[in-house]
């Protein structure tokens, strides 16, 4: 997690600081309005590999930096992003349909307020814990079974190779606790993504956020109805319809 974003991702991709404008400056303003160290706005060419827009932010304690696709601007942002490129001599390849996609300034400032949500409200801390518990859980079970000998005879084994107990230890003994801690996970997923939602309209991107979570759905091709039993136990991420009701929602009971 420290070296990734630093070293090996940019032998992948450019990497370059998000040049001057009204969207470096309304996303300076939003990561001042609440605290957030940010020290560096990067943009990178997303598009090279994927059609899939996104947004992340990484980095520890002090030293926060926020990522940008350039899948996700629009308008006089994305033409100052080509030029960069251009000049760099890497030519952006678009389609017409590329050219459709994007979002404005203020919907992309929407899209940060939600993953600055996720920071303000611990989401990621909380996260990195579950993951190390839960780490440490499945390995204190193998190593409580992987010695004993009716685990490899069950499954026709005579000699006792650590390789194979690790298969059926994680993949048989763990089989309930993995469907379980995984639908827990799903769960606890999804409401981190409503209340970083909530916490975007709260600063008032509500509206925004709408327009955005749109085009993310269209330009992104989610599917755009889901069954809700099927949605609350696979999707990490609730599809787009749910998140606009739910940001509607919240809009509406504070006009109350
Ligand atoms: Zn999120």
Aim: net charge neutral.
């Amino acid at each position: 997690m420290t070296i990734y974003p630093t070293f090996i991702a940019p032998l992948f991709d450019r990497y370059f600081p998000l040049p001057d404008g009204e969207l470096k400056t309304s996303i300076e303003k939003l990561a001042a309005s609440l605290s957030y160290p940010l020290t560096k706005l990067y943009v990178v060419n997303g598009s090279k590999r994927s059609a899939h827009s996104n947004a992340y932010m990484y980095g520890f304690w002090k030293n926060k930096r926020i990522v940008l696709y350039d899948t996700l601007l629009s308008g006089m942002e994305k033409e100052k992003v080509q030029k960069l490129y251009e000049e760099a001599g890497e030519k952006i390849e678009e389609t017409e349909n590329d050219k459709k996609r994007g979002m404005s300034n203020q919907e992309v400032v929407a899209v940060l307020g939600h993953e600055l949500g996720h920071w303000a409200l611990w989401h990621t801390t909380i996260n990195l814990v579950i993951t190390e518990v839960n780490l440490f859980f499945c390995f204190a079970v193998f190593a409580y079974f992987y010695k004993w000998d009716a685990l490899y005879t069950a499954f026709g084994y005579n000699d006792t190779p650590p390789v194979i107990g690790m298969m059926l230890v994680f993949q048989f003994v763990l089989a309930l606790y993995n469907q379980l801690s995984h639908t827990a996970q799903v769960v606890h997923s999804r409401s981190a993504e409503f209340a970083a939602d909530e916490f975007a309209a709260k600063l008032g991107h509500g509206d925004n956020l709408i327009g955005a979570l749109t085009k993310l759905g269209v330009d992104n091709l989610s599917m755009p109805i889901n069954d809700s039993l099927y949605s609350w136990c696979v999707h990490t991420h609730p599809p787009v319809v749910e998140r606009v009701a739910a940001v509607r929602a919240y809009q509406k009971t504070k006009k109350q």
